[in-house]
């Protein structure tokens, strides 16, 4: 969640380019000093993981031939996370491992035996954000201290479908806590449960946030898919610093029951995955009604039991796809990335438009973090309210972490939560016609340029490199930033990967109107397939070429 693109930025497009400083990182404190890389050893050298870039075909297959079982598969997983995440490298982008994985996966094996495979997922290990209810022996924190001990009475309802699918969760993910909600100098990736998440390519950059964990677990080949959650760029920003393809779902397609909130206007999870095929099976299993969350009855007869029937190679066929102006020129290296991306996209059909969708946004979204103030302050003391922890309300949280300041906030404090807990509630004036202008605004300008320029999707870099990871001054966005347009209309949008700049990933963004995922799948698979960008990461200590 990039909420300082708007306090510290001003802008909805980002920080100047100037900041894109690809040097060494600076030490700013005793515990940003990265850990020595041993990419040498055969656990953390991702070409001696011989589940290494596996996908859930590839792993059904070996499952199906016999080759392989569930728990063995999820063994393997199990030690790949103690090599790299908990040594080796030290990514720290799993925040609990769950005790019961391996029994889970033998009853999959289990049921394989008797004849019953529910589905593309029966016996694939998977991860949640640990903001995300399960019902088992793991804690759901959102990173907080304050709530390292709430154990849900019940699953997400994202997490049944993941379990009625057959799916091994093998653990939670870290991420900036309270989904990056707490203070405008906070580091992404950084909870006072979890630590500091480090980016797996370079190890003293960021992972950005707040998915940070799951964007991290997938791209160092520690699960086969995760689940993130998105509010404004907590999914596609973690996807795109981590070289992995994110998808945020229009907000409706997937339900937020049981997970821990802050906007009921934007949230919502999504899937992270290495290939678009991986993130359209997950997809098709996350998208459902759920009584509980009202929203999604919006989806009745929009959503598909399928999406990878959507997929198609030459997808981009016949494609108009306009591209934001402002991000045409930036950087020099990610400019010339953009433009082979756009001349891939010409050569497999598809028309380029330039548009300034950017421009129309920061019209109508000026209010937008006072939004999230006031929708956070009461979804979370809601879900509080019956959650098994010691604070029952925001304002119990800010007293805890005040109680417990040395442990709870070493390195930032939490402005953003003090901010919330003064204003009113939804029915203040203030807050409804900001949410009306800034909703209906969004949706009437993307809807607009689409329509004018008749366009099956906008498309521009999703964020600038991986910043330094610095618990002193906090996070510095480094320029882009495609994910608000999506974010405040509630609109789809996926990230792919687009290359890399001194060994650090690029995303490439796709988004479109309400439901259009079926469009946005095809399109960014059928440029995945043509450009074949993603790059496993090696664990570079820092891109310092001395």
């Known amino acids: 969640m990039n909420r300082r693109n708007f306090l510290k930025a001003g802008s909805l497009a980002g920080l100047s380019f100037s900041a894109l400083g690809l040097g060494a990182c600076a030490t700013t404190t005793a515990n940003t000093q990265p850990p020595t890389t041993e990419t040498s050893s055969a656990q953390a050298n991702p070409e001696s993981f011989d589940l290494n870039e596996a996908t859930i075909q590839d792993l059904q297959r070996r499952m199906a031939s016999g080759e392989l079982t569930s728990k063995a598969i999820t063994q393997r997983y199990l030690d790949r996370i103690q090599a790299v995440d908990k040594s080796g490298p030290k990514l720290n982008s799993v925040i609990e491992v769950n005790p019961d994985a391996l029994q889970i996966a033998e009853a999959m094996d289990q049921e394989r035996k008797a004849g019953k495979v529910r589905g593309p997922l029966h016996g694939i290990p998977i991860m949640v954000k640990d903001n995300v209810d399960t019902h088992d022996k793991m804690s759901t924190s959102a990173g907080a201290l304050a709530l390292a001990q709430n154990k849900a009475a019940k699953d997400a309802f994202i997490v049944g479908k993941l379990r009625e699918a057959g799916a091994v969760l093998i653990g ?5 806590e309270w989904a990056n909600f707490r203070s405008t100098e906070s580091s992404s990736g950084w909870s006072g449960r979890g630590g500091q998440t480090r980016n797996a390519y370079v190890l003293d950059r960021t992972p950005c946030g707040s998915s940070s964990g799951s964007g991290v677990a997938v791209s160092a080949n520690l699960c086969v898919v995760a689940v993130g959650t998105e509010t404004n760029g907590s999914i596609v920003c973690p996807s795109a610093v981590s070289g992995v393809v994110g998808f945020k779902p229009t907000v409706g397609l997937v339900s937020r029951s049981g997970i821990i909130p802050i906007s009921h206007t934007q949230d919502t999870a999504g899937p992270i995955a290495r290939t678009v095929t991986d993130a359209a099976l997950l997809l098709s299993v996350l998208a459902a009604v759920d009584p509980a969350d009202t929203v999604t009855k919006e989806s009745t007869g929009k959503a598909h039991p399928d999406y990878t029937k959507f997929l198609d190679a030459n997808g981009l066929k016949g494609k108009r796809i306009g591209v934001e102006k402002s991000f045409l020129q930036g950087h020099i290296a990610i400019d010339a990335l953009l433009q082979k991306a756009l001349e891939q996209l010409k050569s497999q059909g598809a028309t380029i438009v330039e548009v300034e969708v950017m421009k129309s946004i920061r019209e109508v979204s000026g209010a937008s ?40 906030m070493p390195y930032f404090k939490q402005e953003i939560l003090e901010m919330s807990e003064k204003l009113g509630d939804l029915n203040t004036k203030e807050y409804k016609e900001a949410v009306a202008k800034q909703v209906n605004g969004s949706r009437a300008a993307i809807d607009k340029i689409m329509q004018e320029h008749k366009l099956d999707a906008i498309t521009g870099p999703t964020y ?16 882009y930033g495609l994910s608000t347009p999506a974010a405040i209309s509630g609109y789809p949008h996926i990230t792919v990967p687009l290359g890399q700049v001194q060994s650090l990933p690029i995303g490439l963004s796709f988004f479109g109107r309400a439901y259009t995922e079926p469009e946005l799948l095809r399109i960014a698979y059928a440029y995945e397939q043509a450009s074949k960008s993603r790059k496993a990461p090696t664990f570079l200590k820092t891109t310092n070429p001395s």
Do not use: M, R
């Open 464 to 479: 600038g490199p991986s910043w330094c990871i610095d618990l002193v001054n906090g996070d510095s966005f480094t320029g």
């Open 369 to 408: 973090f006072k939004i999230l103030q006031y929708e956070f302050k009461d979804g979370v003391n809601n879900y509080l309210a019956t959650a098994n922890a010691p604070v029952k309300s925001l304002k119990d949280v800010i007293a805890y972490n005040k109680q417990h300041e040395a442990q709870s």
């Open 172 to 176: 939670k993910t870290n991420l900036s």
